[in-house]
């Protein structure tokens, strides 16, 4: 393996916040990963129990949780602490949130069932790729999105306010405000606001 590193004295962790090549496999990032595993666990079995410690488990592994914000468990995060989810927003099953970069996800969300928001990048040189580098891009979730099921939002999407993905689309570039898009690629549709809206 090539030394990407060289002159460079930044932890893994510290590469990958800053958006640049890391690697996964490194003692820090796999304890931190491992807490947040251990955690979703102990919030997926606390709220099938009905233990009202759930809450607390779950603002442990979230980063920034606000008031009123409704997961049903099991949610699947990397770490957890790059996650900020606004208020009332509500995020059904089977949530996968890898949050090598920072997930933004605003306030009055509706997130569907088998979502998948996904930072992580990956070089296209298969060398790189065999030596497991990887980066990351953040994804803002704008307020009162509607991601329906089985949404994909890809590394560096941002999704502009009130806006409604498709079922099953593919989001592989911005979305602006105010608008339905659906998809793979996810393409806009039509502006929210005509009369027919429902």
Not at 87 to 108: E, H, M, P, S
Not at 120 to 125: A, G, K, R, S
Request: aromatic share 6%; net charge negative; proline share 6%.
């Amino acid at each position: 393996m090539s030394n990407y590193f060289t002159g460079d004295a930044r932890t893994h962790r510290e590469r990958m916040l800053a958006g640049d090549l890391y690697i996964f496999d490194d003692p820090e990032l796999i304890a931190r990963s491992e807490r947040a595993s251990r955690l979703a666990d102990l919030y997926f079995r606390q709220t099938i129990s009905g233990d009202s410690a759930a809450r607390v488990s779950l603002a442990d592994l979230i980063g920034d949780l606000g008031e009123g914000v409704s997961i049903r468990p099991p949610l699947h995060v990397d770490f957890g602490d790059h996650i900020s989810i606004g208020a009332r927003t509500f995020v059904n099953f089977n949530l996968t949130a890898l949050d090598v970069a920072q997930i933004t996800i605003g306030a009055d969300c509706q997130i569907g069932p088998n979502v998948q928001l996904l930072t992580p990048t990956h070089p296209i040189d298969p060398a790189m790729r065999r030596d497991k580098l990887e980066a990351a891009q953040p994804i803002v979730i704008g307020d009162n999105v509607w991601l329906g099921g089985g949404v994909i939002v890809c590394p560096g999407v941002t999704i502009g306010e009130n806006t409604v993905i498709g079922a099953g689309s593919v989001v592989t570039r911005h979305i602006p405000s105010n608008v339905v898009a659906v998809g793979n690629p996810a393409r806009v549709i039509k502006q929210i606001g005509s009369p027919d809206d429902h």
